[in-house]
């Protein structure tokens, strides 16, 4: 049976944009009646779609913010409608806050910290050298 149905804020199958009964009335880039985009619309919903323009938001929008000093902040590419994968500085790199700190997960942490999350409360971190590489 089909279950699609214009205007229950799913985009079902064969319908480009469904902002619900009433969220359509401002939403310049979907027809609330037929859930396709209006003319000239390439998008109407994503954390890229530049809602006035109705198409991808320019490549230097940003679309998430940073949420530690080990993270990045992402940006819409110009192209598509939803915000790339999050990123952040690699395992092991310096936190860019905290020079005696690594970046693990994204995240800022000690060495200390890190290795008694990991190890267990008795864990010691090593020395510095044995983090360094030749």
């Not at 699609?4 to 009964?21: A, H, L, Q, R, Y």
């Not at 939403?27 to 779609?49: E, M, Q």
């Not at 939803?82 to 997960?105: Q, R, V």
């Not at 942490?109 to 050298?129: T, V």
Request: net charge negative; aromatic share 4%.
């Amino acid at each position: 049976s089909d279950t699609s149905k214009c205007g229950n804020c799913i985009v079902d199958e064969g319908e480009d944009c469904d902002c619900g009964p009433f969220g359509c009335i401002t939403h310049t880039c979907c027809d609330n009646k037929t859930c396709k985009f209006r003319s000239g619309a390439k998008c109407a919903s994503g954390s890229c779609c530049d809602l006035k323009s109705c198409s991808p938001a320019a490549s230097n929008r940003i679309c998430r913010m940073e949420n530690s000093s080990c993270d990045l902040p992402e940006y819409c590419d110009g192209v598509n409608i939803d915000c790339p994968i999050d990123l952040h500085l690699a395992d092991g790199a310096k936190c860019p806050n905290d020079k005696d700190s690594i970046c693990h997960g994204g995240r800022c942490g000690s060495r200390k910290l890190q290795c008694a999350e990991i190890w267990g409360e008795k864990a010691i971190p090593a020395d510095k050298k044995c983090y360094e590489s030749n």
